[in-house]
C-alpha cells in the first residue's frame, strides 16, 4: 500500500496576491455547523431530533518569524488596522494539487522576542463566508 502522506514544506498562504513570508505553521480551517433543536411532541422514539443551522469556518492561525519587510507580514498589519476582509488562499506543495480558497478578516497580530530566539509573530484570521476546496493540477 502507498503512504498517502504529504510533507508540509512548501504549503504557503497568499494574502490576497501576496505571500506571507517565513511562516513556521499555518493552522487549518476549523468546519462546524450549528444545530437546531426539532423535537416535538410528535417526535417518535423519545429521542431529540436536529436540522442542520448556520456553518462556521472558524479561524486560521498563522506562526512564523517576524519579518517586518515582508510585504505579505506587513498586508496582515495593515488589514488589521483598517479591518478589510482580504481573499486568501492556503496553497499546498504542488504534488499535492490542493488548496484551500476563502475570504477573511484579521483579528490578532502579534510578536514576541525571547532571549536566545528568533523574534517571531503570530495572526488570526477570522474565516468569512464559504470556504472552497480547489483541486490544482499536481506536479509529478
Given at each position: 500500500?502507498?503512504?498517502?502522506?504529504?510533507?508540509?514544506?512548501?504549503?504557503?498562504?497568499?494574502?490576497?496576491?501576496?505571500?506571507?513570508?517565513?511562516?513556521s505553521s499555518i493552522g487549518g480551517l476549523?468546519?462546524?455547523?450549528?444545530?437546531?433543536?426539532?423535537?416535538?411532541?410528535?417526535?417518535?422514539?423519545?429521542?431529540?431530533?436536529?436540522?442542520?443551522?448556520?456553518?462556521?469556518?472558524?479561524?486560521?492561525?498563522?506562526?512564523?518569524?517576524?519579518?517586518?519587510?515582508?510585504?505579505?507580514?506587513?498586508?496582515?498589519?495593515?488589514?488589521?488596522?483598517?479591518?478589510?476582509?482580504?481573499?486568501?488562499?492556503?496553497?499546498?506543495?504542488?504534488?499535492?494539487?490542493?488548496?484551500?480558497?476563502?475570504?477573511?478578516?484579521?483579528?490578532?497580530?502579534?510578536?514576541?522576542?525571547?532571549?536566545?530566539?528568533?523574534?517571531?509573530?503570530?495572526?488570526?484570521?477570522?474565516?468569512?463566508?464559504?470556504?472552497?476546496?480547489?483541486?490544482?493540477?499536481?506536479?509529478?
Amino acid at each position: 500500500m502507498n503512504n498517502l502522506a504529504q510533507r508540509s514544506v512548501g504549503t504557503k498562504l497568499m494574502f490576497g496576491a501576496t505571500p506571507v513570508a517565513e511562516l513556521s505553521s499555518i493552522g487549518g480551517l476549523e468546519l462546524t455547523a450549528e444545530t437546531i433543536d426539532s423535537t416535538s411532541l410528535d417526535s417518535d422514539g423519545g429521542y431529540r431530533t436536529f436540522i442542520a443551522g448556520f456553518k462556521d469556518a472558524g479561524e486560521v492561525s498563522l506562526s512564523g518569524f517576524y519579518a517586518p519587510d515582508d510585504p505579505g507580514q506587513a498586508a496582515l498589519y495593515a488589514a488589521f488596522n483598517s479591518g478589510a476582509t482580504t481573499a486568501c488562499k492556503i496553497v499546498f506543495p504542488a504534488e499535492m494539487g490542493f488548496e484551500w480558497n476563502f475570504n477573511a478578516v484579521v483579528t490578532a497580530f502579534s510578536t514576541s522576542s525571547e532571549l536566545e530566539e528568533a523574534i517571531s509573530f503570530e495572526s488570526t484570521l477570522k474565516v468569512s463566508g464559504e470556504p472552497t476546496l480547489v483541486e490544482t493540477v499536481p506536479t509529478p
